[in-house]
């Protein structure tokens, strides 16, 4: 009962710690610049749902939102069947140099993003693919693929052995062992992976910024950036487009969380 | 039906000097349910994944139904196989475990629906079929990795310990019904066990191996009888056969201070002394010797007894009747039926024939 009790009080604490500053960003949306500076936690008065189509239409959320989905979901798409493959190849196949191949890839998690930005900078551009949505698709997966790898290997590595052993039997080449036996069994490593790479570069912030700057090919991030100048910034609109940004982020959430849990305790109950 | 025969067959793995399976000769016939029999790491796993394709193979020939099948891939050999962990597939009801394998093969959704129906109703699975293989028992699992081998009518059977996961009395029953099986489907089959009950039980013949070499080949109580060296003396049974030291003096064997009426033939001086345990009879009116009764440990329906002989270091272990009267402590007379005793080369650890 007290053990009860105190998890309660605990939940009760995080969720107001978590969910607290979004409810003030929510109501900070519905709210115009003006009513917010003269109080910063004021419950909405009026409502200004008008600030989300101004928002799209006036302040070119719309191209920013069309960005930013184009570039994540071919990026994630892509990270999730190559990373996926990957890791069923680390996972199953001996080869001379996998353990190598898979420490090379691995290692690139350690390196931040600002050791390598420059470099990357001038490779895009000899490329021609500096400020170019293509460019920024690609160095997504680049810089995300090695955790993929990972997440998904030591998953994959607990399939048991038997099991393609048994597809083999059964008839089946090794490329469809792979969509029929491997990828159906490890779909919550899989959710894992897409989710959290989806949030991640839905949030991207330094590779967009570095590498783009047309403003025709601005990612959301970016665009909620252009509301911020030196000696004005416009709170509410901030707020809106924060708002706007987030919905994509908690739909794909809601529809992945379930394979997400069991992704994370998978193994814990037999 | 098919035969397989293995000649030379030898796998060494990448990286290691050792061969794991060391050219093993074996003809199986049409029909005929072969044990693979040995300890763990004898190589006995290695040679049915090399026979099911699973495996490259290093040296020697496999051939099925006596085209050779080396480089053959594993679905192209028209077998099938039955693991140890079952290997169903965890996202796929017990339906589409069972039509996994013929979908492959392009075999009609109509014919596919008889076959799996047809082989489920055998197995007592048609109820299961919608259910996913975490919602079932050990045994009924079992039963549907039999009935994903059993609905592709291969021409041979695998069996790689099948029965290792169960619990002791499913284990009896499933034995049983792949004796059944095999009686009613009358393929080839060839099973890896290192339960010498299941091999004794179940093989029309014995192939039992040891570090990566077959040591003998034969049918279950021609072995158990007969065996041709220690290894498989002490290995068979249960409780093994009592290998005891024993040297000729005169016109008898010493086995410790006990003199046996046991003429020298083709023997060496030092010989060791192999007798199963049932073969000694506790309680004797005319014994060999006197031993000192060390434990009695009732089974019910027989009595294994530890005894200690003068003169010799190990214990010797005899299967009596339930309705022994020895206790803990006594000195029991017993008796050898030495008609059933072997006498093995110290050295090369062979039975010696004839010598008794």
Redesign the interface.
Known sequence: MISKGVLFVVVVLYTAFAAGPFLWVATMALRTTSEITLDHYAWPTTLHWEKFPQAWFNSNYHVYFENSVLVVVAAVAVLTVVGAMAAHCFARYRFRINRLLYFVIFSAIIFPPQITIIALFQTLVQYGLYNSLIGLTLVYIAVQLPLTVYVLESFFARI?A??F?????????EW?IFWK?SL??A?PAIATTVILNTILLWNEFLYAVVLITDEAKRTLPLGIQRFMGDQLEDVGMIATGLIIAIIPVVLIYAFFSEKLIQGMTAGAVK | MATVSLRGLSKRYAGSDLLAVDSVDLEIAHGEFMVLLGPSGCGKSTTLRMIAGLESISGGDLLIDERRVNDVPAKERDIAMVFQSYALYPHMTVFDNLAFGLRRREVSAKEIARRVNEVAGTLGLSDLLKRKPHALSGGQRQRVALGRAIVRDPKVFLFDEPLSNLDAALRVGMRGELIKLHHRLGVTMIYVTHDQVEAMTMGDRICIMNGGKVVQIGAPLDVYREPVDTFVASFLGSPPANLLPAHFNGAALAVGETKLPVARRQAPNDVIFAIRPEDIRIEAPDPHAHGEVLAVEPLGAETIVRLRLAGIASDVLVRGPRTISARAGDRAPIAFDLSAAHLFDPVTTRRIPHSI
């Open positions: 048991p038997d099991l052993d048994a597809a083999r039997i059964d008839g089946y080449p469809q036996v159906p069994i779909l």
